[in-house]
């Protein structure tokens, strides 16, 4: 299984940002995905996650109503779009796909499978 993370950068804050994910050996649609992100020091936190079967979403407090994830199981891709970043948006990303239980859902246990992550910049 490997899933391929790309689109991170630099970007000015109140800018926007599109994450993308590739998944290769596995059969994307049967997998919940999820997005969740790092800095030096701390733990890696949710961000935001999909079910297999695609809506509901679920997003921490912190990014609900400035990002949106999606998925297109055609491609095996998984997306995340971030609007209106804020320098505390700066951190490593990862991309996730497992099979979690539904109290797990938007908590990294619940996920086998990682991208190698890839670095937003936000600057003030």
């Known amino acids: 299984v490997q899933l391929q993370a790309s689109g991170g950068g630099l970007v000015q804050a109140g800018g926007s940002l599109r994450l993308s994910c590739a998944a290769s050996?596995?059969?994307?649609?049967?997998?919940?995905v999820g997005w969740f992100r790092q800095t030096p020091g701390k733990e890696r936190e949710f961000v935001a996650s999909?079910?297999?079967?695609?809506?509901?979403?679920y997003y921490s407090g912190s990014v609900k109503g400035r990002f949106a994830i999606s998925r297109d199981n055609a491609k095996d891709t998984v997306y995340l779009q971030m609007n209106s970043l804020k320098p505390e948006d700066t951190a490593v990303y990862y991309c996730?796909?497992?099979?979690?239980?539904?109290?797990?859902?938007?908590?990294?246990?619940?996920?086998?499978?990682w991208g190698q992550g890839t670095q937003v910049t936000v600057s003030s």
């Open positions: 999909m079910r297999y079967s695609g809506g509901p979403t």
């Open positions: 996730a796909a497992g099979t979690p239980i539904i109290s797990e859902i938007m908590n990294r246990r619940g996920f086998g499978h």
């Open positions: 050996g596995l059969t994307f649609s049967r997998y919940s």
